[in-house]
């Protein structure tokens, strides 16, 4: 695909973008990092093309913006005298309310377009050291367009992100993807974290195989991040944390109580819960 993308931020998920437009063959990429460092080594290893600067962003069909949030909004703004306003702008960010609401108002200003956007991928490790272009082949990715009554958006955003190999395309509204994503990933991450400070943990070798490598995967985090994705969060956070800990009280009280049909009736209805949303 011949195409320009800038990609703002080249860490795991922004250089896994970099990579993906690179391996397609068609594409120049251009790439921005905070620490100037990581872009030059980014141009040495091929990751990219060339710096992306104000000079060059006009240039570009499409931008990335994989920072934080806030970082994400803050550069936009920055460098909002200098898109292409032929071209499409998205972001990258686990939390969409806080992103949207400020990005879609600059793009309105500026006569831009910027969709909002989550791509369903990662690993545990972060930085461009593991970046990799097959990152989202098959993956999910999440669209919240600033418009519902556009035909043709979604099917420019399929084709500029052809060459990344996403899998499946979900249009959500703001509030619906944070209210979903505080119980698919960020509860995950959570809970993930929370239940590896057991002091038992200290003493599982040669006890544990995949219920306790499914269950700790994800304690394995970057702090700083999900510091702020559960900040912008808090209130579908708080309800989903509140909603476990009603559930699990249960469970304590029949333990507590040797209550035998209550626990079994309790896994029963959480198996068949299972099974409902998941299948068989």
Known sequence: MKITVGVVGLGLIGASFAKAYKADGEAKVYGWNRTNSITQMAKM??????????????????????????????????????????????????????????????????????????????TKFSGMTYARADMFAGAPMVVVPPVFDDMFLLDRVKNLLEPCGFGSFHLAHADEHDRVIAFTSQMAHLVSNAYIKSPSSRNHKGFSAGSYKDMTRVAWLNPTMWTQLFLENKDNLIFEIDNLTKELAKYRKALEEDNFDELRDLLDEGRKIKEEVDGI
């Open 45 to 122: 290893q091929g990751v990219i093309d060339e710096e992306l600067t104000d000079d060059n962003l006009g240039e570009c069909d499409l931008v990335i913006l994989s920072l934080y949030p806030e970082a994400s909004i803050n550069w936009m703004e920055a460098h909002k005298d200098h898109f292409n306003k032929n071209g499409m702008i998205i972001d990258a960010c686990g939390t969409k309310r806080l992103v949207c609401e400020k990005c879609f108002k600059i793009a309105e200003e500026k006569g831009l377009l910027f969709v909002g956007c989550h791509p369903m991928a990662g």
